[in-house]
Nanobody, 123 residues
Framework: QEQLVESGGGLVQAGGSLRLSCAAS????????MGWFRQTPGKEREFVAS????????YYADFVEGRFTISRDNAKNTVYLQMNSLRPEDTAVYYC????????????????WGQGTQVTVSS
């Protein structure tokens, strides 16, 4: 049984928007942090954004520059990543993650990964 299932990826022109969704099992959703990472071929998976269980704390990578917003709906066990003003360099496979610990952004303490969803931004 998949613990995290992403959806919402696709092809969009530069400047456009996409909203990614991550449906989580009860077990995964109970983690203290949920977030999004991304990866391109030949590169390490990098942190994009995270949100605490309560939703009261959010963190973003520097490259986000105010363009993305992470949110969660605890009634639906779902986390979202709204991505606006997309750039070609945002092209990657985006992964949902759930875990615990202060080093979540470094992929330490990630207990669950989704299968990934492709985001492609054309110039």
């Amino acid at each position: 049984q998949e613990q995290l299932v992403e959806s919402g990826g696709g092809l969009v022109q530069a400047g456009g928007s996409l909203r990614l969704s991550c449906a989580a099992s009860e077990r995964a959703f109970s983690a203290s942090s949920m977030g999004w990472f991304r990866q391109t071929p030949g590169k390490e998976r990098e942190f994009v954004a995270s949100i605490s269980w309560s939703g009261g704390s959010t963190y973003y990578a520097d490259f986000v520059e105010g363009r993305f917003t992470i949110s969660r709906d605890n009634a639906k066990n779902t986390v979202y990543l709204q991505m606006n003003s997309l750039r070609p360099e945002d092209t990657a496979v985006y992964y949902c993650a759930a875990g615990d610990g202060v080093a979540f952004r470094l992929r330490v303490g990630v207990g669950y990964w989704g299968q990934g969803t492709q985001v492609t931004v054309s110039s």
